[in-house]
Nanobody
């Protein structure tokens, strides 16, 4: 089992940058494929980005492709989401999630595959 805790959220100006972090407990962090999801008010939770256990494979939602970068440091049990040039529509609560039983180089975009979730961190983009 793993516990996830997000940090780094807050208020950011459109066009600026912000980095989210997600720290995982336990000693088996590299056993999990990781992902970031978000939920805006009155909207369903949506996929943002995913990274394989190895860190060598990544996947992004079309809405953030070219602006956001997901990465992980298995030695630090941490996954990151670098948000560059955020837009007003990126305002949401961001969640990190972990999926067990994934192959080493596979990314997972479906929320149903993720078993462990953090509490979320609010990101607000202002004009």
């Amino acid at each position: 089992q793993v516990q996830l805790r997000e940090s780094g959220g807050g208020l950011v100006q459109a066009g600026g940058s912000l980095r989210l972090s997600c720290a995982a407990s336990g000693r088996t962090f590299n056993s999990y494929a990781m992902g970031w999801f978000r939920q805006a008010p009155e909207k369903e939770r949506e996929f943002v980005a995913a990274i394989s256990r190895s860190g060598g494979s990544t996947d992004y939602a079309d809405s953030v492709k070219g602006r956001f970068i997901i990465s992980r440091d298995n030695a630090k049990n941490t996954v990151y989401l670098q948000m560059n040039s955020p837009k007003l529509e990126d305002t949401a609560v961001y969640y990190c999630a972990g999926a067990p039983y994934a192959m080493w180089t596979v990314t997972i975009s479906g929320a149903s595959r993720y078993v462990y979730w953090g509490q979320g961190t609010q990101v607000t983009v202002s004009s």
